[in-house]
């Protein structure tokens, strides 16, 4: 891989260029914006690649980017997004989240760890292979989506109707990276997610909050009734929910071992003094990949700019975010849910069905997680972190699991790439690194 | 009084349009818009008048119009105030804010009811006295401050400060109008008011809500901080906070009998199936009046938008607004509410002060509360309804009850006016009475 790695080297600025390209252009899901022209992007550049690749269409979302490339005894399946995050609280980057800045061998733009880098460096690395390698030793399918920060909602209809394009040896999925320590990981498996919206509603309009005595405040009904779901010691208390929840065998809690929780270095990093209860160690990190989450992701009622409104609102809007373990499922969290809130008298209280998907884990000693921890011994210097679940979601389950792909993931990310947040980033040495690592998986899949 | 009336009748079109002017200018406290444009506006109205009339400078805000006009036996204060509440939400007024409009006998702006309407109509009720009645039979003080809309934060020390400035045999108070059925109404006191945020602290920046397994969620904190200070039966459950509340007297429960409450009117023009507690009547009355409040006006964390986010927020913020009946005060609440929330473990819950108000009550037997019954039912043809205490709050207390002032309330707007609220309105014809009133009342309270 000598040729291929000093290849990485000589197009080096080139590739953060193209990158960089790709993080000019907005596209954000969420709001709907540029994502036709993010889709043309990255279909001129597989184009490039001699990739057979097309936009298919979705009805109601953007197209969904399809391409093949080589053949060989192996198919590895690649996923990635497309679309980005929301930028805001704007008034928190320190450069604007659209025009990319490189600042002491770190890049800032939204999206470029979630997840513009990976799906870039994917190409970049299958440009290098065959201009410094020749042919691909194997068959790659790319599904690049451009609604996965809104929750795949046209996915698993897709997957499902095309099962024929999906059929794979194994799957990486979007993006990943280093640890607090620099080390690499390797993830099998994500959690689900039920995103949803409860609304209450009050008189027709707002009113002049002298009223408060006798008008019923929306925004005090989802207060009592959000206090109903979760406890001040982070129980969730959903009427059945916990029952769903299967504990890490005795092999997961030896996986688990062996991940190392840099809990110091993170409560520095989000700049709080102790995780919830309190935990450190493995109890923590039990918790952060074991159990279900309920997350208030907004909260919306009268008003919130600066100074003084005396008013009584008319409506409040919540958005939660639930994380799901195996067994949970999305549509178990809307029915437990409903039932919980009207046994306990809201039935006035609304639940809007968001995005849902479910969780999904591949087995560590399938052939691709196999290849991917030599790669990345190989590209590292180290064995990477094999990380059983990740705390995140993404519509893995209907791509990979529905169809017995084991599926893996990680990427040119590191902790403090604030996916989600401002300032969101990568380091231009993970992302060399990260190219090289692809190729090392494509050849060792391919050949080994 | 016939030649006053027909001269308001013969005037009736330039009053409403330069009431249109009035309402054309901005002036918006909780923003700092417009306000000493606004308040030059009315210093120009004042002085075409003959008032001696000047601007009085505040140290951090927006200048307090003062003039004196006529001699006589009696001084009647009139207090009202320049700014109004922001428009927002913008999306729900028919007709812009800032651009007033009659649309079927009816005046639609932002501070047309609450209360350029009274500001002016008691100008426009002096111009039309001294046209057609010739001197003023009293001395009159006008006593008109630009942030009344975020707690009149200077009012007080402006106040104690200027005594000589603001003695009088009574006062005049802002706004007021008729209820639900067209009935004049005379308010004899408000309620005091504590304004203020709670704010919860999270992460040091917006996190991937996969993280709310370990690290904290501020929005949770104030849910359930909130929780504690308010039960789903509108009871308030601030340690101690309940022991400061005066019970009616027997004499005021039969005042109040005297009220026609409009219940179902109320409800329908509400939108709402039921008051809190379902409480009809009296009983919905005592607890409108005679009740504090605590409020929800805002809440804000995380991401609002449209959409989805998944975010775990750094912050989070509510607005709560304590409406005060005798004997609470503005500081006993802040220190109630401190001791509430550290007794809870909340300590790391901050309490930002906003602004507060004292309650103020007056006699029914004043002089300047009958001359004001008399003048009522001579221009209403009909009692008005004595309401001893008002829902709202305002600055009464430092003005008047603090030197033994009387006063009363009453105005332009009518029960659906919904000050606070889009689509702010009053009747044109109320508008005509309203000045009709005041040219009474100087009438009667100068020579009788």
Known sequence: MDEFNAYVETNAERFIEELKGFC?????????IGLEEMAELVRARMEKLGVDVRLMPLEGGPPIVYGELG?????????NHYDVQPPDPLDEWVSEPFDPQVREGTLYARGVADNKGDLLARLQAVESY????????????WIIEGEEEVGSPHLPAF???HAELLSADGCIWE????DMKERPTITLGLKGIMYLELRAHGASSD????LATIVPNPAWRLVWALNTLKDENDNILVDGLLEHVVEPTQAEMEMLAAIPFEGDMMLANFGIP???RGLTGIEALKKHLYEPTCTICGFKTGYIEQGTKTVLPRTAMVKLDFRLVPDLEPEMILDLLRKHLDRRGFTDIEVVTGHG??????????PVVKAAIAAAEAVYDQSPVIVPLMAGSGPMYPLTQAFGTPAFSTGVGHARSGAHAPNESIQLDDYYQGIRFIGELIRRFGTV
Request: charged residues 25%.
């Open 274 to 276: 102790r995780f919830i």
């Open 175 to 178: 993006a990943g990276g280093k």
């Open 24 to 32: 000019r252009q907005p596209s954000i899901a969420a709001q709907g």
């Open 207 to 210: 009113l002049h909050s002298s």
């Open 357 to 366: 998907e479910h969780p999904a884990k591949s087995p560590p000693d399938a």
């Open 159 to 161: 997957a499902a109707e």
């Open 71 to 79: 053949e060989g005894r192996r198919t590895l399946l690649i996923y």
């Open 130 to 141: 065959q201009t410094t390698m020749g042919k691909l030793p194997l068959k790659l399918k």
